[in-house]
């Protein structure tokens, strides 16, 4: 068996490795380019952002008025994130707001049907 040169490195011990010519042009990687999240993506990032700045006003022991508008925050948020939290993230705006909105629509259909068959309900109980 013949052993290998010295100017040849296997890297695996299956596939000898050449280096390259010394005068062979080298491939510059390009500088990785930022591209901006999708809307749905932005939207969960700033509603979560949103609640934590809720949680800041609830734990806050000075101010009262801190207090009483970091409650709603967090629970506008929170409906929010819940719905956002099913769009897929890579949405763009228009089919964001689109699911958003049947998202709204469902739930409150739900609600609108608990609120009717509540007292039907009731009465079966009794």
């Given at each position: 068996m013949a052993s290998p040169s010295h100017d040849v490195v296997v890297d695996d011990a299956r596939t000898p490795?050449?280096?390259?010519?010394p005068d062979a042009p080298t491939a510059v990687?390009?500088?990785v380019e930022r591209q901006p999240?999708?809307?749905?993506?932005?939207?969960?990032?700033?509603l979560i952002g949103v609640m934590l700045v809720g949680f800041v006003f609830i734990?806050?022991?000075?101010s009262k008025g801190l207090y009483q508008i970091g409650l709603p925050i967090i629970v506008v948020s929170?409906?929010?994130q819940?719905?956002?939290?099913?769009?897929?993230?890579?949405?763009?705006?228009?089919?964001s707001l689109t699911l958003?909105?049947?998202?709204?629509?469902?739930?409150?259909a739900i609600f609108g049907l608990a609120i009717v068959?509540?007292?039907?309900?009731?009465?079966f109980g009794r």
């Amino acid at each position: 068996m013949a052993s290998p040169s010295h100017d040849v490195v296997v890297d695996d011990a299956r596939t000898p490795y050449q280096p390259p010519p010394p005068d062979a042009p080298t491939a510059v990687p390009s500088p990785v380019e930022r591209q901006p999240l999708p809307f749905a993506s932005r939207v969960q990032a700033i509603l979560i952002g949103v609640m934590l700045v809720g949680f800041v006003f609830i734990a806050q022991q000075w101010s009262k008025g801190l207090y009483q508008i970091g409650l709603p925050i967090i629970v506008v948020s929170a409906f929010l994130q819940i719905a956002f939290g099913n769009i897929p993230p890579a949405s763009g705006a228009r089919r964001s707001l689109t699911l958003l909105a049947v998202t709204w629509v469902l739930v409150a259909a739900i609600f609108g049907l608990a609120i009717v068959l509540a007292p039907t309900l009731i009465d079966f109980g009794r």
